[in-house]
């Protein structure tokens, strides 16, 4: 049975926080876990990801854009999810498909049959099974990643999507909710403008129900 569970949401949302958290515990309960992210969890990723987020790339045209994420996906379903989904693994990724949908569609206007063509094919046609979204205001998701990235080694290192206006990001907010609309069951819609130890409980639960821990 494919159990590859993704985390998606707005900048700032708490995926990755909650992501990291997650794992521990379900780690520590002996599951085999692949967790990993998009566009960053192959190496060939990471290097297209720094291409994609570098500020000085402003004039990135959304084409370019779709094709780098595209390509960094295509090498991590074959790198990586598919063979520990092979090994029946539980694979938690931080961002997947539905971030083309809601960046690239949504967000940077492309037109969605050409998308879904390209996610399909650099997809493998995988899709989540299961899918957190971690919902909140743009501004306070804006605020809590402009004050980590303050925390980092490099002052100004917010990236070229943090960057973007008010409304590119209230866009993507939209783009998500509509895609959870349209697909409620595999969906579960997350609040996050909570505490961490709030939200954790909520998506351990989702977690521990849908792989029957
Ligand atoms: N529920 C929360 N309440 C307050 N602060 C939080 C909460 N969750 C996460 N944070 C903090 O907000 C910042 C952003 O969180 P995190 O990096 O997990 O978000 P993200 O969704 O992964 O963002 P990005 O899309 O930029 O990768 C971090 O500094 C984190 O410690
Ligand atoms: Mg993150």
Redesign the pocket.
């Known amino acids: 049975m494919k159990k590859l569970i993704t985390f998606e ?1 707005i ?7 909650q992501i990291k958290l997650v794992a521990e515990y379900l780690i520590e309960k002996n599951v085999e876990l692949l967790i990993t992210q998009e566009p960053s969890g192959t190496d060939i990723g990471r290097k297209i990801g720094g291409i994609l987020f570098n500020r000085e790339h402003y004039y990135m045209c959304a084409e370019t854009e779709i094709f780098l994420f595209c390509a960094a996906r295509a090498q991590h379903v074959r790198e990586m999810i598919m063979p520990a989904l092979k090994q029946n693994k539980v694979v938690l990724c ?1 961002r997947f498909s539905d971030a083309t949908y809601a960046y690239q569609g949504a967000g940077r206007g492309l037109d969605q049959e050409f998308i879904k063509l390209i996610n399909d094919y650099s997809s493998m046609l995988l899709k989540p099974d299961l899918t957190l979204l ?1 919902d909140l205001p743009v501004e306070i998701g804006l605020k ?2 402009t ?2 990235n303050n925390l980092l080694k490099e002052p100004s290192s917010t990236d070229r999507f943090e960057r973007e206006n008010m409304d590119f990001h209230r866009r993507i907010r939209e783009g998500y909710l509509n895609i959870l609309k349209n697909e409620p069951d595999r969906f579960r819609l997350i609040d ?1 403008s ?3 130890d709030t ?1 954790q409980k909520e998506v351990r639960r989702h977690i521990i129900d849908f792989i029957n821990l």
């Open positions: 949401g900048e700032g949302s708490g995926k990755s926080t931080d971690f809590r990643a004050e980590r996050a909570r505490d961490v939200i």
